[in-house]
Each structure stands twice: as C-alpha cells, then as structure tokens.
C-alpha cells in the first residue's frame, strides 16, 4: 500500500518545493495522502470512543501532530500502526481526564450539573432499546451506543480491522499487544455486537 | 485458558462475517458522509500538522544556535591563518632560489646590491656638499633672490 523510502530524510518537511529534493518532496506528498486517507475514519473512531465532536477533533490533530513530528521519517507502511496507537492512547488519556474530571465535579457542593436528586434524570430512560432504533431508522445510533458499549480494547480491535482494513499484524502493533490478543477481541466484539444489534442485520 | 484458545483458533461463521461486512460498510460510509465543517476542520488539523514538520531551514538556525556555525567560522579563519603565517619565511632569511628561475632572482639581488652601493655614493656626495657649504655658508650667503644673479 505505502511504498519504502529512504530513512534518511529525516524531518524533511510538507511540500517546500523551492529546495526539497524530489525524493523528499514525494516522502511528503506521501505523508499528507496518509493523513488525508485516514482522517476520516480516524475520527470517527475518535468519536465513537470519546462520545464528543470536538474532543475527538482533538485527538485526531494530536496524532496527527505527533506522526509528523516524530515519525514522518519512518517509513509509510510503518505510519498506520503508528498513527492509530498515538490515536487510540490519547483517546485513552482523554477518557480518563474525563472521568476525573467528571468525578471531581461531582464532588463539588456547588456543582449545578449535579442532578443526583433530580427525578427526571433518575427516571428510566424511554429511549427505545437497539432493536428498536434500527426499526425506526437510527441505524448509526444505535450502533454507535453498542459499540460504545463495548470493552475498550474489543472496541478498537474490532474498529482497527473493520472500519480502517488493518491486519492482525498491524492491529497489535497499533494496540501494543499479541496478535492472538487482537483476535480474541476482535471474535468477542462481533459477536457481542451480533447479540445486540443481530435481530436488524439477520 | 481452553475456552479462550478455543475462541482464538475459532474461525467466525459465514454469518459473523457477512454482519461484520455490513457494520463495516455502514461505518465507511458514515465516515464519507461527514459534514463539511467536520471535513474542513480536519483539513485544518492535516494542514496544522503538516507545517508542523521539522524544516531544513529550522535545522539550518538550529546549528546556529547550537553554536556549529561560529565554531566553524572560527575553525576556519585558524585554518587560514597557520596558512599564511606556514608560507611566511622567517624574519632576515632569504630564501633559496628555485632551479627554475634561481639565475635571474639571483642576478636581481645583485643589481639590488649595486644600486644600494650608488646610493651610498650619493651619500658620500652629498657629504662633500655640506663640509663646501659650511666652509662658505657666512660669505655667499643663500644665492636667491639678493640680485646678484647676472
């Protein structure tokens, strides 16, 4: 998919055709078709994960920022692990900050948003179940909350080999773990998501 | 430990794989379909990134300010200096003549001679002057301008 080129053009920066050679100035075309191609499907991971528009923006530009910074040198075959490894550990950091954010907040006497007591908030949620948002035509919807539903690491094996096309290889590398592992997660996600969401897709 | 290596070596059914090609076309599809300002905003972020990339004019002031290129300013001009001051000959020596041109400098040393020895004739002359000149300075007087020219 990604040609080979030469480690030795280290750093070599983003279309400056006025005195880049040509083999750098194709290493650098190559780094922003990367990015351009997986951009999209990066965020939506991002947003599927962290649940937010604009914090999964963030987290697509942080690993975005970073790949350049640190490893637009590699090779290209190299930057998809790499890219969705940063992605998936600064989604990870924002999911904590979140939830210590969130946490705090709900210490605080003051804290408006604080709706423990409120009846409407602890009221059953009528939002139908899966089954019925997929009748009703919210096929996204209800597959985004099963996938957010999902463990972490069955959520982004099953996003790394589904949606971004990523090999067994690649996704343990991208998740920093064995690719047995990557597996295991990757049947578990399917088939937790079939037992949810299977009635609309049989 | 069974059932978990039981799941790994399981190959997923025909079924799960065609469910798990319909997910994922949804989802390629719903990252195609995003919204414009999503689409630009990550534009923005590619582009951000992009000139975010070290530069090799950023690496250029960087050995400047890391203090390369002084020292290599400096290094250099020692390097010129041990060479001039390599080439200089000593102080009060000559040199040898080459084989190639030895005969000509040699006769120019020689004619540099001769006419430092006329200059010290000159000398010897204008010796003799000034003993005439204090002998009759008191009598003739400067000889210009007292009317005694004709």
Known sequence: ?202 | MSHRNNEESAVMDTASLEFERRVAALLADSADSLDGRTRSALTRARYAALEKAPQPSSRARSAISRGWLPAGAVATALLVVVFFVGQRPPHGSLSAPSAAGGVDDFALVIDADAFDLSNDGDMDLDSDFYEWAAATGGTSGTGLGDGNNS
């Open chain 1, 1 to 202: 998919m990604f040609a080979t080129l030469n480690p030795s053009m280290a750093g070599m920066g983003p279309l400056k055709e006025g005195y880049l050679s040509d083999a750098t100035q194709a290493h650098s075309r190559e780094l922003e078709r990367f990015l351009a191609g997986v951009e999209r499907k990066a965020y939506r991971i991002a947003q599927i994960g962290l649940r937010n528009e604009q914090d999964a923006l963030d987290a697509v530009q942080d690993a975005m920022l970073q790949l350049v910074r640190s490893y637009a040198s590699r090779p290209a075959a190299e930057w998809p692990p790499l890219f969705y490894r940063i992605l998936e550990n600064r989604i990870r950091d924002m999911q904590r900050r979140s939830t210590v954010r969130g946490r705090v907040m709900s210490w605080l006497p003051w804290n408006s948003e604080d709706d423990s007591d409120d009846p409407v908030a602890l009221a059953p949620d009528p939002a139908p179940g899966p089954v019925a948002q997929l009748q009703g035509g919210e096929i996204m919807a209800a597959l985004e909350a099963a996938l957010a539903e999902l463990p972490a690491r069955q959520r982004q094996a099953f996003l790394l080999r589904s949606l971004e096309g990523l090999d067994v290889a690649q996704t343990a590398q991208a998740m920093g773990c064995s690719e047995g592992s990557v597996k295991t997660h990757h049947f578990r996600a399917v088939q937790v998501l079939r037992a949810r969401l299977g009635d609309f897709w049989q």
